[in-house]
């Protein structure tokens, strides 16, 4: 269905749990999230109902399951399951990849076509430091292989830049990337307890990428990021700019949480409970009235008032 902007939505993006195995310092803070009691997440049957009445009010054609981390969540592949069996075409999973090598070849036969993997560093010293956990670049390097093997494919990387910390690394990046097979997508970083100084725009991170060769923006997919080549097509990478680049002129997603919200926007404060009706015991008709009536009402963009608690959001 179309907002009263005129805008197609039909990408849910769906948190599946609070909860993670790394505490990234522009994400979680280092005690990890307050526990929530598990009554008060969505439990796999309730996920999948709502999922169902979302797409039978809006017309889904995509569902990313995304958390706090979602490999983490009890019943993962049974909700993926569910959602397959609703018939939506595209199911993708936003991971950070720790779980990923032992779960690869379950998750594609419980319908997720592809995965973009987190990872913010080719050097294990800043990848510990950035992630407070004792991880390294041969763990994400396993996961790609598993995936691929799997076949999840294509395979696409998430890298927030962060000034001093990592943004120095985008050539590097882009060699590895190419040598791995995957296409690395960089972050604005959005608004968190870091000092917003580490924030580093898309333009730097053209400036940056043109130390590999000349960069060229190729046509819009029709995804969040914008797409570049460098060198006459040697690399191929991407820039997800909500602040340079916003795309909500073309933005076609929703945003379900573990706990039954659903979030039209990131800016905004318009979201709507779903759990209480459906432990109301609300028919589906009722649920769908309320889908339809946020789905509307989407605003028109967030204006730059994000304030990123992505792991409660799912990024
Ligand atoms: N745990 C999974 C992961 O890290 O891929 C999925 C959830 S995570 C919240 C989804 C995405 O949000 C990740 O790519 C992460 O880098 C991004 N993210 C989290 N906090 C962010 C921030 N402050 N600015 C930009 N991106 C952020
Ligand atoms: Fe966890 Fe993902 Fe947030 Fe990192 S970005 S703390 S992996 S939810």
């Not at 199911?91 to 779960?103: A, F, S």
Request: net charge neutral; charged share 25%.
């Amino acid at each position: 269905m179309k907002d009263r902007n005129g805008r197609e939505i039909n990408y849910l993006r769906l948190s599946v749990t609070d909860r993670c195995n790394l505490r990234c310092i522009y994400c979680m803070p280092e005690s990890g999230v307050p526990l929530i009691d598990h009554a008060d997440i969505l439990s796999v049957e309730e996920v999948v109902r709502v999922v169902r009445i979302i797409s039978d009010t809006v017309g889904l054609s995509k569902v990313r399951i995304t958390g706090g981390e979602p490999l983490v969540r009890r019943g993962v592949l049974q909700i993926i399951k569910g959602i397959s069996r609703i018939g939506i075409e595209e199911i993708t999973l936003t991971t950070n990849g720790l779980l990923l090598r032992q779960m690869s070849k379950q998750l594609a036969e419980a319908g997720i076509q592809r995965v973009n993997i987190s990872l913010d560093s080719l050097r294990d010293h800043r990848l510990k430091k950035i992630t407070r956990r004792n991880i390294s670049l041969h763990d994400i390097e396993k996961a790609i292989q598993a995936a691929f093997d799997a076949g999840l494919k294509p395979v696409r990387i998430n890298c927030v830049l962060m000034r001093g910390v990592n943004d120095d690394e985008i050539p590097e990046f882009l060699e590895w990337g190419n040598s791995t097979g995957v296409t690395v997508r960089f972050i604005e970083h959005m608004p968190s307890s870091l000092n917003q100084s580490i924030f580093v725009s898309r333009d730097e991170i053209i400036e940056h990428a043109s130390l590999s060769g000349t960069v060229r923006r190729q046509e819009d997919d029709g995804g969040t990021a914008g797409i570049y080549t460098v060198g006459n097509g040697v690399y191929t990478f991407g820039i997800i700019a909500p602040f340079s680049d916003p795309m909500c002129k073309t933005c076609n997603r929703i945003r379900l949480s573990a706990r039954g919200t659903l979030v039209p926007c990131l800016a905004s404060a318009e979201e709507v409970s779903i759990r209480e009706p459906v432990r109301n015991g609300a028919d589906d008709e009722s649920i769908s009235r309320l889908v339809h009536q946020l789905v509307i009402n989407k605003p028109d963009s967030h204006g730059g008032c994000v304030s990123a608690e992505m792991w409660k959001i799912g990024g």
